[in-house]
């Protein structure tokens, strides 16, 4: 039996349930929520929960409830190795750096006095940004060395709040005005400025740190690989206009032929290397036309369409011109894993 934690909206556990329905795999829907969880799994082996880290229950606990069910020998979806970097730049810098992959160089900084002097000494512009967030909402150009010791003075100060509403309202009003939001769509983002959102009137503000990253001028898109098991596919992010960020942007391309191999390579090498079951990485390239990764992920959204990647590379970089079922290989893989009890090794 294996549990899919079960909650209605844009998620995973939609598929995962029809899944299980059609090929007879014993099941049952659970709330992680529930404080009797570690009971309610008793009579499982597995749990799929798509950790989201726009929601502030999540964030809270999610890692270390996966932590508790792998001492119980339970197989999880994300497992601790998957996800306890999660929708943190900070740690994906150490992580990304422990295997010496090809990271955008990455500075961080504990206290104003570490960050001003490398501020004195270093060139601008740098990108800025926090360690939580997505769609580029928290990520911004440290245009001089004035403007990187203001963000200095907000990290050690106040600190910058993890989801900021009005630079929300402002990207949906860019969106409206390009046909891909709609008039209720940007009215939602004006309420939700006034009365905030359960994740943001949860959230603390981010601060007692400050991050920065190499700019990599020049990239008018990032390209997105994303790696589950031993799958990858990917599809480019176009830049906004005048703007040098892509993630969100809402202008994707999937066109296989547009894809930079190298950088699927790169994917599936650091996923083996990490032991990750999904995760999805973000390419960039350097002055020197080398990728980086900027950051990773493991939950991701495929876009607004179900089939439009036109398939999959394998391991051995072999293209296979399938569906991306990604919801069902992730049950695959750890229907595979409890058949081979591989959970005490997976949690070394
Ligand atoms: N160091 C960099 N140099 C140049 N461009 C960058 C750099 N870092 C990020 N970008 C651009 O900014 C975008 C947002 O950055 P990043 O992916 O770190 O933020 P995010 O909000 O976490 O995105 P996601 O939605 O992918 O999780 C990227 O898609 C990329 O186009
Ligand atoms: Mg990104």
């Known amino acids: 039996m294996i549990a899919i934690h079960y909650e209605t909206g844009n998620n995973?556990?939609?598929?995962?349930?029809?899944?299980?329905?059609?090929?007879?795999?014993?099941?049952?829907?659970?709330?992680?929520?529930?404080?009797?969880i570690l009971e309610q799994l008793e009579d499982c082996k597995g749990l799929l929960w798509h950790v989201n880290h726009f929601n502030y229950k999540d964030q809270i606990f999610a890692k270390y409830?996966?932590?508790?069910?792998?001492?119980?020998?339970?197989?999880?979806?994300?497992?601790?190795?998957?996800s306890w970097h999660y929708d943190d730049k900070v740690a994906q810098k150490y992580l990304l750096e422990s295997i010496n992959a090809p990271i955008v160089d990455t500075f961080v900084f504990y206290d104003k006095k570490?960050?001003?002097?490398?501020?004195e000494e270093t060139t601008f512009p740098k990108v800025f940004k926090l360690r939580k967030?997505?769609?580029?909402?928290?990520?911004?150009?440290?245009?001089?060395?004035?403007?990187?010791?203001?963000l200095t003075r907000k990290a050690f100060g106040k600190g910058f709040p993890s989801l900021d509403m009005s630079t929300i309202l402002k990207e949906r009003y860019?969106?409206?005005?390009?046909?891909?939001?709609?008039?209720?769509?940007?009215?939602?983002?004006?309420?939700?400025?006034?009365?905030?959102?359960?994740?943001?009137?949860?959230?603390?503000?981010?601060?007692?740190?400050?991050?920065?990253?190499?700019?990599?001028?020049?990239?008018t898109f990032d390209l997105r690989v994303i790696v589950v098991g031993q799958?990858?596919?990917?599809?480019?992010?176009?830049?906004?206009?005048?703007?040098?960020?892509?993630s969100g942007s809402g202008n994707a391309n999937f066109?296989?032929?547009?894809?930079?191999?190298?950088?699927?390579?790169?994917?599936?090498?650091?996923?083996?290397?990490?032991g990750l079951q999904s995760s999805a990485y973000d390419f960039i390239y350097d002055s020197k036309g080398?990728?980086?990764?900027?950051?990773?992920?493991?939950?991701?959204?495929?876009?607004?369409?179900?089939?439009?990647?036109?398939?999959?590379?394998?391991?051995?970089?072999?293209?296979?011109?399938?569906?991306?079922?990604?919801?069902?290989?992730?049950?695959?893989?750890?229907?595979g894993k409890i058949e081979k009890n591989e959970i005490l090794k997976e949690s070394k």
């Open 133 to 150: 967030g997505s769609g580029s909402k928290n990520v911004q150009l440290a245009k001089s060395k004035e403007h990187a010791k203001k």
């Open 231 to 246: 799958r990858a596919f990917a599809h480019k992010r176009m830049v906004r206009k005048d703007d040098f960020r892509a």
């Open 65 to 82: 409830l996966i932590k508790a069910l792998e001492n119980r020998n339970i197989s999880v979806f994300p497992n601790d190795r998957t």
């Open 174 to 219: 860019r969106k409206y005005k390009l046909g891909k939001e709609s008039f209720l769509g940007v009215l939602k983002g004006v309420v939700r400025l006034i009365i905030g959102t359960p994740f943001k009137n949860m959230s603390t503000n981010e601060k007692g740190y400050i991050y920065f990253q190499e700019f990599m001028p020049g990239n």
């Open 290 to 335: 080398k990728p980086r990764i900027v950051e990773l992920s493991f939950a991701f959204n495929p876009g607004p369409n179900r089939n439009h990647h036109p398939g999959y590379w394998d391991a051995d970089l072999n293209w296979h011109e399938e569906n991306v079922l990604f919801e069902e290989w992730m049950i695959d893989d750890i229907l």
């Open 12 to 36: 995973y556990c939609i598929r995962w349930k029809e899944y299980c329905i059609e090929k007879s795999i014993p099941y049952k829907l659970v709330s992680c929520y529930d404080n009797d």
């Open 114 to 119: 570490s960050a001003y002097a490398w501020i």
């Open 255 to 274: 066109d296989k032929n547009e894809v930079d191999v190298n950088c699927i390579k790169i994917a599936l090498d650091v996923s083996d290397k990490l």
